[in-house]
């Protein structure tokens, strides 16, 4: 079990906040809105009004013994580096921080923020990858140079194995899992000898474009 401190309980943090607690994890979640602590605190360990910009709070709710903390201050960017700042501060070292744009991020970043996350960039491109693109089940954009995929095994790929294919030297993606649908088991890591089936998705990871590339094989099969 490890600890976790939330700054910041709009819709985000507040999400992370139950999402941790739900896995077993020690929760702390702080917020000035009081109302919005009084949701939260029947799903995570504690919750507490006060201002997480400031160091003084944060150690007062037991956040110096936290292993990570979450910064989610909605669009006060400010409040989101003056949290960072009191984290960092107590010796929290690993900081994920909701930014609201590219140049948020890039002063995260500078900040010593572990990780920046952009969920409404990253839903955006789910979103346009799953209703532009009829052979993509699921789309994730991990990083700025990473993404993950479903798609349909390919017409020409079927009875064929992913050794014969050699998918990573073809197409420079890797295929991490595949998924049976008949049976809803996820083969991880898959077999490079099974032959693929059409009821078989493929899981693939590796850059945009590569997935761009490899997605119209996938959407010819699927019109």
């Known amino acids: 079990?490890?600890?976790?401190?939330?700054?910041?309980?709009?819709?985000?943090?507040?999400s992370v906040a139950e999402a941790l607690y739900s896995r077993g994890h020690d929760v702390i979640a702080v917020d000035v809105n009081e109302r919005a602590v009084d949701?939260?605190?029947?799903?995570?360990?504690?919750?507490?009004?006060?201002?997480?910009?400031?160091?003084?709070?944060?150690?007062?709710?037991?956040?110096?013994?936290?292993?990570?903390?979450?910064?989610?201050?909605?669009d006060d960017i400010t409040a989101s580096i003056l949290a960072t700042m009191a984290l960092t501060d107590l010796g929290i070292e690993t900081v994920y921080v909701k930014v609201v744009s590219h140049d948020h991020a890039?002063?995260?970043?500078?900040?010593?923020?572990?990780?920046?996350?952009?969920?409404?960039?990253?839903?955006?491109?789910?979103?346009?990858?799953?209703?532009?693109?009829?052979?993509?089940l699921n789309y994730?954009?991990?990083?700025?140079?990473?993404?993950?995929?479903?798609?349909?095994?390919p017409a020409q790929w079927r009875g064929e194995t992913l050794r014969d294919l050699s998918v990573r030297a073809e197409f420079g993606l890797s295929v991490v899992g595949i998924h049976d649908t008949t049976t809803d088991?996820?083969?991880?890591?898959?077999?490079?000898?099974?032959?693929?089936?059409?009821?078989?998705?493929?899981?693939?990871?590796?850059?945009?474009?590569?997935?761009?590339?490899?997605?119209?094989?996938a959407n010819e099969t699927a019109e």
Do not use: W, Y
Request: proline share 4%; aromatic share 4%; charged share 25%.
């Open 106 to 136: 890039r002063v995260m970043v500078r900040m010593g923020a572990a990780e920046t996350i952009f969920p409404e960039r990253e839903s955006a491109f789910n979103l346009a990858s799953r209703i532009s693109e009829q052979g993509v």
């Open 39 to 74: 949701e939260i605190a029947p799903h995570c360990t504690r919750a507490a009004v006060g201002d997480g910009r400031q160091v003084e709070t944060l150690e007062e709710i037991g956040a110096k013994a936290a292993d990570a903390a979450v910064v989610s201050t909605g």
């Open 185 to 217: 088991e996820m083969i991880v890591p898959p077999d490079p000898d099974e032959t693929l089936d059409a009821t078989d998705t493929l899981l693939l990871a590796g850059t945009d474009e590569a997935l761009e590339r490899i997605a119209e094989l």
């Open 140 to 153: 994730v954009r991990m990083a700025r140079n990473l993404s993950v995929q479903e798609m349909v095994v």
């Open 1 to 14: 079990m490890k600890r976790f401190v939330i700054v910041g309980l709009g819709n985000f943090g507040s």
